[in-house]
Structure formats: structure tokens, C-alpha cells
């Protein structure tokens, strides 16, 4: 196939049919189904052990695939690793620059890596530069740059040889807010140009705000797929009630019940273990009674706050707000940490 087939083989970027990867006996990949089209930013979201990293480095041509069908710009990994590489970008979790050298050699000597004239890689290193505003930094050595810098500067090596493809492993872990919110939009002018990216995120504001359609996984499978904006409607209702409650009230009048018994029980409209529960039943559409505060879910979180008045509870604190895409994760995922 001529590199003319290869990039007109296939409408989409990525093309995943029951991709599945496996560490021995560790199924890490089960199953997996996507489309990414080109030019978009997608996001694959879920708990640490989900199976995200895997996906990405399947992606990446780092990893073989151990079972279905993975076509990454119409081209196989198995057939094609080199070629596709040559057309991807690589954001890992951790900077990899090396910190001997300057701003400028770091990109230099990267893009010798793709064989690139010496001419032309120096021209993509003045343009990357002032992309990512590090051109008064370009003399500087890597090790004195701050955190947001060096994420920044990684993001413009993983750009010398205009990807079409690029992948970004939590790219902004760690960073300050005003430093994430210039890469947010260093990554938004990116797709602009037509670029196609693929993240992976634990801030789920990140990819509220960066994603047009996103998937989160959980136990190596794909529970939930869409838009930020179709994934909350689908799984959460419209407003959030928070409560909070003084601490010797909640202890005599909650119990001991566990946060999933009265999110079920409110969920079905039956009873529960909780006291609590079962003066917040009818209210809203579910409940979960955490340690520090009861959250109920309610198309009208005012209307919910005047209903609990007038049963006569009195939280200690009361706030309303917009659901959000942590809702829907933490609801398909659960709270519990996993090792």
C-alpha cells in the first residue's frame, strides 16, 4: 500500500474492533470498540488499572495487540509500527527531556530522530517555540524550567514532525492552574489545525473542557461512550444538592449504612438501613450519604433544598450546583480507590 492508500484507506484516525491486550495471564484490554475521526480530540477516561495506558501504547505502536482488529490512520500496527510512528506524536506521563541541554537542542536532536534536514527542523524549533511560549527560554538549560515549562516544552518536541496524530498520557498532572490552562489552549489551537488528539485525564474538568466525544473504562472494558454533554444527561440529573450535616446529628440519625445501600435504596424508592435515607426518600431522583456529605441528584436543586426545609432537617451547610462529568464518572465507577 503507497503512503497516498494509506492515508485515504480509512475516513477515521483510529479504528479499534474488539482490541484486546493481555500480560500473561492479566487481561488489560477486553474487548475494546472505538472510532476517533480525524481532527478530534478524544478522551479515554477511567480509574488507574482501567486499561487507558494500554490502549494508548497499542495506539502508539510500543505494544502489540494480543487479540482483534487496530488501525491507527487506515494503516496495522503489526505491518506498519515505523510508518505510523513517523505520523504520531508522543506526550508520556512523565517529561523525558534531557536536562543537560538547552530548550532548543532538546528539539534539535529530536527531530533528527525522523531524518529531518537540519534547515527545517531549525524553523519548526522557532515556530514550536513561540507556540508554546518558550522562545526567550531557548538558550536556557531544561533543569531550572518550571513544571508547566517542561510539559510545554514536551508537547512542542512531540510536534516537530507535524503528527497528525497526537497522544497525550495526562498531560497536565501536577500543574499549576494557570499552567494547565495554557496548555488547554495551546492543545485547543492544536485541533484547530486539524490535528487529531487522544488523551487520557484523572481531571475530569480537563476533559470537560478539551473533548468532543470521550469513553470511560473501567475494568478493561468501555462502560460509557459520547460527549461530555451526552454523558451527563444520560447517567446524571440535571442539578447536584450537597448537604452537610453537624457532625453529632449525621452519627445519631444516619448510622452506620454504607453508601452504596443508600444510593440502591433511594435509587428504587424501598427502604434502607439509614434513618437518614429514609427521610430524604422522595426528594430526588438518588441519594448517596458519604462520610462528610449526603448528595442528593434532582432535576431542581432548589426545589430539593425547600424540601428538605420543610421536612423539618436542618444541614449545617447547603449547596447547589450544575452537575458535572465527575458525577457520571464516580457513578459508573464507584468511590472505592483500586490498587
Known amino acids: 500500500m503507497s503512503g497516498a492508500e494509506g492515508r485515504g484507506a480509512d475516513a477515521a484516525a483510529i479504528r479499534c474492533r474488539g482490541l484486546v491486550k493481555r500480560y500473561g495471564d492479566v487481561t488489560a484490554v477486553a474487548g475494546l470498540d472505538l472510532t476517533v475521526a480525524r481532527g478530534e480530540c478524544f478522551g479515554l477516561l477511567g480509574p488507574n488499572g482501567a486499561g487507558k495506558t494500554s490502549t494508548m501504547r497499542m495506539i502508539g505502536c510500543v505494544s502489540p495487540v494480543s487479540e482483534g482488529v487496530l488501525r491507527v490512520l487506515g494503516l496495522d500496527p503489526a505491518a506498519d509500527g515505523p510508518r505510523i510512528r513517523a505520523r504520531l506524536g508522543v506526550v508520556p506521563q512523565e517529561n523525558t527531556l534531557d536536562v543537560e541541554l538547552t530548550v532548543a537542542e532538546n528539539l534539535l536532536i529530536y527531530g533528527r530522530y525522523f531524518d529531518l534536514p537540519r534547515r527545517v527542523i531549525r524553523e519548526r524549533a522557532a515556530e514550536l517555540l ?26 512542542a518536541r512531540a510536534l516537530v514532525n507535524e503528527p497528525d496524530v497526537l497522544l497525550l498520557d495526562e498531560p497536565t498532572t ?11 489552549d495551546r492543545l485547543y489551537r492544536l485541533k484547530q489545525r486539524g490535528v487529531t488528539l487522544i488523551l487520557t485525564t484523572h481531571y475530569m474538568d480537563e476533559a470537560e473542557q478539551l473533548c468532543d466525544r470521550l469513553v470511560i473504562m473501567d ?8 460527549s461530555p454533554r451526552e454523558l451527563i444527561e444520560r447517567y446524571v440529573t440535571r442539578e447536584v444538592l450537597e448537604l452537610r450535616w453537624p457532625p453529632d446529628w449525621q452519627a445519631e440519625e ?11 435504596a433511594a435509587a428504587a424508592g424501598g427502604s434502607a438501613e439509614s434513618p437518614l435515607v429514609r427521610q430524604l426518600e422522595g426528594i430526588a ?3 448517596e ?10 432535576d431542581d436543586g432548589e426545589a430539593a433544598a425547600e424540601a428538605i426545609y420543610a421536612r423539618g432537617l436542618q444541614p449545617e451547610s447547603v449547596l447547589v450546583r450544575r452537575s458535572s462529568l465527575e458525577d457520571v464518572f464516580l457513578r459508573l465507577t464507584g468511590r472505592s480507590l483500586i490498587d
Open 219 to 226: 475494568r478493561a472494558k468501555i462502560v460509557a461512550e459520547g
Open 289 to 298: 450519604v458519604l462520610p462528610d456529605r449526603t448528595l442528593l441528584y434532582a
Open 174 to 184: 501536577g500543574l499549576d492552574p494557570q499552567a494547565r490552562h495554557l496548555l488547554w
Open 285 to 287: 431522583q438518588r441519594a
Open 254 to 264: 444516619a448510622g452506620p449504612a454504607e453508601p452504596s445501600l443508600a444510593s440502591a
Open 130 to 155: 513561540e507556540f508554546v511560549q518558550l522562545s526567550e527560554r531557548a538558550k536556557d538549560e531544561v533543569e531550572p524550567l518550571s513544571g508547566g515549562m517542561k510539559r510545554r516544552l514536551t508537547i
